[in-house]
Nanobody, 125 residues
Framework: QVQLVESGGGLVQAGGSLRLSCAAS????????MGWFRQPPGKEREFVAS????????TYADSVKGRFTISRDVAKNTVYLQMNSLKSEDRAVYYC??????????????????WGQGTQVTVSS
């Protein structure tokens, strides 16, 4: 059973940085796609970034491109989301997700099979 546990959320001032981590367990993730999504208050869950576990190809939402970086540590089975130059509109619950296939491009939540519990990111202005 795949388990995903996020950490690293919190309160940060606008312009600041946070790094989210997603510890993945339950199997090897070769052939998987790992994604980060977020759900702002009162809005639907939206795609942020994804990475192909094998090879490391990445995709970003336009709203975060140039500010956020997704990466993975294969040895630690962990996916990261480095968030820089945070804005008030980045405030959301951030979720880690996993799909047992290649998911190319900016995708919908329905493309992913496994989800973490989420971690809150709050940006103060």
């Amino acid at each position: 059973q795949v388990q995903l546990v996020e950490s690293g959320g919190g309160l940060v001032q606008a312009g600041g940085s946070l790094r989210l981590s997603c510890a993945a367990s339950g199997r090897t993730f070769t052939g998987y796609t790992m994604g980060w999504f977020r759900q702002p208050p009162g809005k639907e869950r939206e795609f942020v970034a994804s990475i192909i576990w094998s090879g490391g190809s990445t995709t970003y939402a336009d709203s975060v491109k140039g500010r956020f970086t997704i990466s993975r540590d294969v040895a630690k089975n962990t996916v990261y989301l480095q968030m820089n130059s945070l804005k008030s509109e980045d405030r959301a619950v951030y979720y880690c997700a996993a799909a047992p296939r290649w998911v190319l491009g900016r995708s919908s939540p329905s493309s992913y099979d496994y989800w973490g519990q989420g971690t809150q990111v709050t940006v103060s202005s």
